[in-house]
């Protein structure tokens, strides 16, 4: 079990995959300079709004771990390239020290313009009986052992699959015939195919946007859970043609 701070958004990080983001919130800066003073990596955990942490939208069960490969600064904003990494289970959650800014206590720093209050302001507004100086959500988790890699019959039908839905892609593009299959095997997506077990979660991270699916893919513990959906997601691509 590891502690680890948490990014909730409306969003889905796969193992193998990159991803950009903009931290400009003040609760996000603070959890950014703890990892990068700290070379600790956090979680990226898709939002449940269903469940409220201190007022804020709460994490889904699984996340996955975002080590940050590229940091800079512009202006208030920091700019971060993150790459997805170890898959994992929320099984306590640690609320931050002070609600949102649309919650009636700090209705006097709702954003100015754009403009929020500096992480010194807010943190001298912590009640005296929170113990924690945290704004943001951290969570202790359970990291999940990498699917096993795919034999050679997986990989071979993962490769097959992903043509398939490439052809599709293809004939909604109106690519012409003469550079049809060119236009497939120079994909990015036909790359990253090989046995290992971050290949199929990185092809499935290119190949899909929906954050359903995505969140189902991120929750499968064997190459064959995440070949069935990528099953029916092609049957989809079909049916829609017929």
């Given at each position: 079990?590891?502690?680890?701070?948490?990014f909730v958004?409306?969003?889905?990080?796969l193992?193998?995959e990159i991803q950009?983001?903009?931290?400009?919130?003040p609760?996000y800066k603070?959890m950014?300079d703890?990892?990068l003073l700290?070379g600790?990596?956090?979680g990226?955990v898709?939002?449940d709004?269903?469940?409220?942490?201190?007022?804020?939208d709460?994490?889904?069960?699984y996340?996955c771990?975002?080590?940050?490969i590229?940091?800079e600064t512009?202006g208030?904003?920091?700019?971060?390239?993150i790459?997805g990494r170890?898959?994992?289970v929320v099984k306590?959650?640690?609320?931050p020290?002070?609600?949102?800014f649309n919650h009636p206590?700090m209705s006097?720093?709702?954003e100015?313009d754009g403009?929020?209050?500096?992480?010194?302001t807010?943190i001298a507004?912590?009640p005296?009986?929170?113990?924690?100086s945290?704004l943001?959500?951290s969570?202790?988790?359970?990291?999940l052992?990498v699917?096993?890699?795919m034999?050679?019959?997986?990989?071979?039908?993962l490769?097959?699959?992903?043509r398939?839905?490439?052809?599709?892609?293809?004939l909604?593009?109106?690519?012409?015939?003469?550079?049809?299959?060119?236009w497939?095997?120079?994909?990015?997506?036909?790359e990253?195919?090989?046995?290992?077990p971050?290949?199929?979660?990185?092809v499935s991270a290119?190949l899909f946007g929906d954050l359903?699916?995505?969140?189902?893919?991120?929750?499968?513990?064997d190459?064959e859970?995440?070949?069935r959906?990528?099953?029916?997601e092609?049957?989809?691509?079909?049916?829609e043609e017929?």
């Amino acid at each position: 079990m590891e502690n680890l701070p948490l990014f909730v958004l409306p969003m889905v990080l796969l193992p193998g995959e990159i991803q950009e983001l903009r931290v400009f919130e003040p609760r996000y800066k603070q959890m950014l300079d703890d990892c990068l003073l700290d070379g600790k990596n956090f979680g990226l955990v898709r939002s449940d709004f269903l469940s409220e942490v201190n007022h804020w939208d709460g994490p889904m069960e699984y996340g996955c771990e975002a080590e940050i490969i590229h940091h800079e600064t512009k202006g208030s904003n920091h700019f971060l390239q993150i790459i997805g990494r170890r898959k994992f289970v929320v099984k306590k959650v640690h609320q931050p020290a002070l609600p949102p800014f649309n919650h009636p206590s700090m209705s006097k720093f709702m954003e100015d313009d754009g403009i929020y209050p500096n992480l010194e302001t807010l943190i001298a507004e912590i009640p005296d009986d929170v113990t924690n100086s945290k704004l943001y959500i951290s969570a202790d988790v359970e990291f999940l052992d990498v699917v096993e890699e795919m034999n050679e019959l997986q990989s071979g039908e993962l490769e097959q699959i992903v043509r398939s839905i490439l052809q599709h892609v293809a004939l909604i593009l109106n690519v012409d015939d003469d550079h049809f299959a060119e236009w497939i095997d120079k994909s990015p997506v036909m790359e990253l195919i090989d046995n290992s077990p971050e290949s199929i979660f990185a092809v499935s991270a290119l190949l899909f946007g929906d954050l359903d699916l995505r969140q189902e893919i991120l929750e499968t513990t064997d190459p064959e859970d995440v070949l069935r959906i990528l099953r029916l997601e092609l049957k989809k691509f079909s049916s829609e043609e017929e």
